[in-house]
Each structure stands twice: as structure tokens, then as C-alpha cells.
């Protein structure tokens, strides 16, 4: 009978990972005479290995085999903990996930790393052979001889008197025995006591068995005596065969057939490796590429039974809600209305209600996207020579899978960032007064409707007079402009700009926090600095709870209807003609207070007809709004509702429209933009300047000279 | 029908075990380490103990040891699935009372044929 396992490779990836995250944190924590996570990883370790060479996949295997045997003899103390050992094993884990990543992408992994830490590893353990993997090229050559005809086994069995006490029972090994051919069982009971001696717990027989047979051979009979041969006296030999008509006994011959337990023991050890192997590859291959394949594509999740069992609930409402509301309608007349009313309002909190549930089965606790410093942090901070320790704060705060997935890039570079140029050397900390030990703090919590991710680090702040000085340099900024802290902060974020010294491996890896910026905007999240010389940078960085939907404000423009997003929006006024400031042409500036804030008209812009726009600006409405620090004032005809909306792609559905994000379907079924705030104002900059720079050209103007 | 308790810290590992052992007809009852498995022996009778070695919270050598205790399982079939097959490892699986052992990887074919060396 075959049993196809296939369906357990997801499991089993699943799990391996898993492990192999258990390995990693373990590892970091790892401290001299831990016995309760030294064996935790080495479980881990083992149990990818049983795990993988039950699927077949060797190479996982034999690799995993020299990290467990490595673990093992840390375990029994063999060997001491030691910090080689904890980075070589680091490094195992990398290439161990590479591995199980390779299964379940269907994918190549870096042969050259895998061989190199393979290598490392066997040094490790002292040039020392692993002993399991050593499969013989084929299998023992004395099994195929009797093909032909009948061979004749004299079996002799005197167990020892506790055998049943283990659970063995002699009959039921005579069945085995039986499966193999002609089996013939003739009971000694020379050593029975009488009936007032014998124990009825203890075995007094012994047998003689003979087994005629075409295909046993001495390891197939003594696999069937495998659990119990130290407990018995086995012999097996065999006689001449029967039937003897054209074929060879040679081998079988020449195979003393009584050589000791203890000689066979290791031949059939590996024939039972090299058996399994055969056995398992087909099934596995054939079977592995359906459903690796489903997993890359769909991707997966795993949710709390709870929050399953809340939709489950909710969905129950919701059925009772709509026969409620069915009934009424087939036999509806006006004394039902406010039965009517009452089912949906119903309806209202019940879908509110789902849509709220639904959102949390794709809500993770952010520690998934945590998980990953401590090991970072580790790494960087053998690479810099600096001693850094990571607070973790705000773990279970939970945040949209999608989110999560794209905001860890982001995170990474930010926490390289602040090993990189946040953290002082050691002795220029303890010059300044500090410890020599620096300290990162991730922290996330949530505020309103968004999450907030800290990244602080107490080392020497931003330097304010360096990233000035460069941005001069660079031309980004004119020398002698006056700036105020968090404006010189901010230029940290212009593409190509850094203040290390020389780029390091670390942070100069052709990303820079242009990049990081953007991303985060990408994600309608935004990023503030926060910095003291001499104590620390904190960047936050703030992101909605979820891509799916957005808190908006809905907002009139001729005939049609746009959505700004909620959390962009500073205020909305109605403005006054003497706060008005027309300079420089085209560009309208509005004073709010001590801003003084442009006015983009959304009008102009997307070129709408509108007899509102004949409107003058000394009465019209304003909202304004801020991305990237910058405040800008959106002119529109009027406000409308705040409401929350399903955010569809225009991407997917269109194509991408240059200051717009999205849209969505608007409870009268009509489709409505979404603003896309910093796009806007990157828009409506560059219209300002080409019409500047071409009124400047019709006037004789060099355009350039602006 | 027989029945068989499953004792495996290895989801997968378990769940195979398990699946094989029911597609082959036999009743099986699962639990995630020694002392899981030590209660849900208590609480029943079984035919047929497979078992992991390296557990947390209890490991399989411990078990078999405790079960041996019972009465109930003084003869039932306790067999070790391993992925030691080193003969020092076998003989603290005799010693503690474990009938047998399986060698892992886990081979389905293999488990049903061994176990009927051992379940009637």
C-alpha cells in the first residue's frame, strides 16, 4: 500500500520555518550553561531534519545532520559554548532557510554558501565525518542469489525470560516471519517450570523455526528479530537449497550465514537508509510541484481561531438580519417603515461590524516584522565593533499583513541607519559621559486610525551644521538660507544625500533614505525626525493600519466628487481676501497664520469645467492639507460627508494617474478619485515652475537662469 | 480497531504518522509531548504507543519509563520514532521498556509493515 505524504510538504515548510526562527532568537540569547535552550534549538534542528528526509529532500538533511551533531555535543557538554560556534551556527540557520526557502519557491539557492558553511561546519566538528550520511554506493550483494528456486532457513530463537515485559511478542514476529515464505514452528518447552515456579509475566519457550522461502535473505530475517535480537539467542543458517536447477549459491554460500549479531548490525542499518531513500524520492517529486506551486501564488496566512469565530458569529447576524429584512419586503406597506428603519440599522452596524472583523484576520502583531533585528543588530554590531543593545517595545500591535510586508525594508535600512551613523564608538560614548553600550529602541503603538514605528537610538543625533554644510555643497539648498532644525533634518531624505564619510557596507548600499521616504509614501504613511546633539535621533514613522481602506474627507469640484484623504488634512477654512497674496504670477499664497501656505486649485489642475470656479478666491472654500512637511491649500467648491472607502487600484483597473491614488465606488454607484496629497503638491510645483520659466522665456528671459 | 497513541512534538511529523496509521484503519489519539502523553494514556487504553525521543517538558525515553509503570501498559507495545540510530540510544529505549524503535525519516510503508510485528 502506498501512502502519498505530499500534502504535508506545506506543513512541513510551514514548521521549518518556524523552527528555524526558534533557532535564531534562540541562538542570540544563547548563554554558557542554558540547557533548556540549547536543547530547544537542537529540537528544532532535529526536527527539520526527520522532517525533511521524510520528504526526501537529502541535501536538507545532510546539512542539518552536521548542525544537530554540532548542537549535540554543546548538549552534552562536549563542547563549550562558544562564540565561533554561535555565528557558525547563525550562519547555518541562513543557509538552512535558503534551503527550505529553495523548496517551497521552487527556486536555486547559492550552492557556493551552502558548500562553504558545509565545509565550515565538518571543520568544526574536527574534520569529522558525519556518520549517518555515509550511504554505501550500493546496497549489500547477497540478496539477489535465490531468485530460481526455494531456499531453506533453520531459524533458532531461545528469547530471554522477560521479552514479553517490552511489549514484544513472539507470535506476532512468527507472522512477520510467515509473510516471507513457508513458515514451519516447532515450540520448545524443555525450560518450562511447573506451575508453581513459573511467573506467568516471564516467557519460558524457545522455538525452532524453518522457513522455506524464494526471496529471504539473513537481513530480511533478522530485521524481523531487529527489536529484540539482544534480548534472545538467534541463529540463522541456512540450508541447501531445494529446487536447485541453474542458478549460483555462490554468495549465499559464501556468506557465513552464522557470523555473530553484531557483524550485521551495521549492514542492515544502511539498508534501510538506502531503501527509504529509493522508496521516497519518486513520490516526493512528483508530488511536490502542485502544491509548492498553490503556496507561492496565494501565499497564506494563520489566523487566531477567535477572530474566525467572531466572523462566523457576525456572518450568523447578518443572515438573520437579511430574512428579517426579506420578510418585510414581501408584503410591505407603509405601517412597516419603521420596522423597515430598524432592520437597517441593523444591517448597518452588522456590516460595519464584519468589514471590522474581516480587516483583523489580515492583522498581524508586529513582531513578525521585529523578529528580524535582534539578529541584525547582532550581525551589525560584529561588523562595526560597536556593543548595541535592541529594546523591543509595542510587539502586539497589530498591523495589516500587506503593510507589514512592505514596511520592512524600510525599517531594516532605518535601523542600519542608526547602528551606522546614530550609535557612537564605544570610546567616544564613554568620553562624552555615556555608556559604552548604546541602545535602539523599537517601539510601536497605535494613534487614531494609524500605527505609529519608532526607531530610536541614544547616540549622537543628527549634525545639524554637517547635513547643511552638504546640502550646500550639493546644491539643494542655497548657502546662507536660513533653516529650521527639522528643515535641515528633513534633507537627509534628497536623493544622493549622505554624510558618512565614506560609504560604509552597511548603510551605502545604493539605498538611501530618498528611497525609504518614498517607500513609506507609497504605503500613505509619512516620516518625522526628531534629534538632540549629544542624545539620540528618533525617526517615527507613521502608517495607516491597512491599503484596503481609508478614513476620507469628500470634497466638491464642479460636477465632480474627490476623496483627500483624512489623515493629510490640517484644516478646512473659508478664506479672506485680506490673507490673499498673489506673488510672482500665477502663484496664489494664502497666509494661515504664520504660514504662508500656496493654493493649488484642484480646478485648474484636472481641468474641470465648473461655473463655481467663476467663484472669487476672497470667498472660496479651502483645505488645506500636509505631506512632506509641506502645507499646501486645496480649493474646492465644497465639503461633503467624511466617510470611510474602499480603496480600488487604478493601476490595476486603468492605469496610474499622476495625482490621484486610487478610487472608489461611491454609495450612489458613482466612481470617485482619491487625492494623492504629496503627488499633488509635486505636481502642482512643477506646473507652477514651467509656467513661470516660459512667461520668463516670452519675456527674453534666459529660462534657465532660474 | 486498533488503537495507537501518537506522541510527537512535530506537528507534521504527527500529523503524517497519524494520517498514515488512519488510512491504514487504525484509531489513533495525538498528543505534542510525553507528559500530553502520559495523561491521554491514562485516560484510555491503547494498543500501540509510537513515540518521539527529543521532546520538550517530557521526552520519549521518560515516557515509556512512566508508562511501564502502569499497570495498563505493562505490555503494550511502545515503539521509539527516532532519528538515532546509534545502538547507545537503542539500549536507553530497552532499558527504559520501549519495545521496538523506528528509524526516521518517517516512511509510511515501513510504519504499517513494522507494526504488525507488534499490534495483532
Redesign the interface.
Known sequence: ???D?SQ?IP??LA?SFEGLELMESSLLNLEQDDDETI??I??AA??I??????F?FDHV?EFTHLVETLLDEMRNGQRAIKQDDVELLLVSVDCMKMLIEAIRDESDYDKDKIDETYQLLLVALNGKEPD?LEIPSKSTDTTTTSKDGMLEWKITFIPEHHL??????PL??F??LAELGELTVEANSSNLPSILDADP?ELYLSWNLTLRSENATEELIRE?F??VE??CELTITQNKPIECEGHSTGTAENNPSTQPVEAT?ESI?ID?VT??AQ??KPVVKAAAKPATKSKVDVGSIRVGVDKVDSLINLVGELVITQSMLSELGTDFDISKVERLTSGLEQLLQNTKELQESVMRIRMLPISFAFNRFPRLIHDLGNKTGKDIELVLKGEQTELDKTVMEQISDPLVHLVRNAVDHGIEPANVRVANGKTAKGTITLNAYHQGGSIVIEIKDDGGGINRDAVYNKAVEKGIVDAGASLTDNQVFELIFEAGFSTAQEISDISGRGVGMDVVKKNIQALGGRIQIDSTPGEGSTFKVNLPLTLAILDGQLVKVGSETYIVPLITIVESLQTKAELINRVSGDMVLYRLREDNVPIIPIYELFGIESDAKANTLEEALLVVVEADGQKVGLLVDDLLAQQQVVIKSLDENYQQVEGISGATILGDGSVAMILDIPGLIELAMQNANQRLSSKLQSIGTEGAMI | MPKILVVD?????R??VS??LK??GYDTVEAKDGQEGLTRAQAGSFDLVISDV???IMDGITLCQEL?KLAPF?????LMLT?E?S?DMK?RG?AA?????L????????L?ATI?????
Do not use: C
Not at chain 1, 514479553?164 to 511478542?169: I, L, R, Y
Open positions: 500500500m502506498s501512502v505524504l504535508f506543513n512541513f514548521e536543547n530547544a537542537f529540537r532535529h526536527s531534519k526527520g522532517g525533511a528526509g521524510t526526501g538533511t549517518l514479553v515485559q517490552t511489549g514484544n511478542d506476532l514476529l507472522n512477520a509475566q524481523v531487529e527489536w539482544d534480548e548490525k542499518a534501510t531503501e527509504n522508496l521516497e | 512534538d512535530s506537528n507534521s511529523i500529523d503524517m494520517f498514515t488510512s491504514a527529543n521532546m520538550p511501564r505493562k505490555f503494550t507495545p511502545i532519528t540510530s545502538g539500549m530497552k521498556g520501549a519495545t521496538g524503535w528509524v526516521k525519516p518517517f516512511n509510511p510503508e515501513k504499517l504488525k510485528r507488534v499490534v495483532r
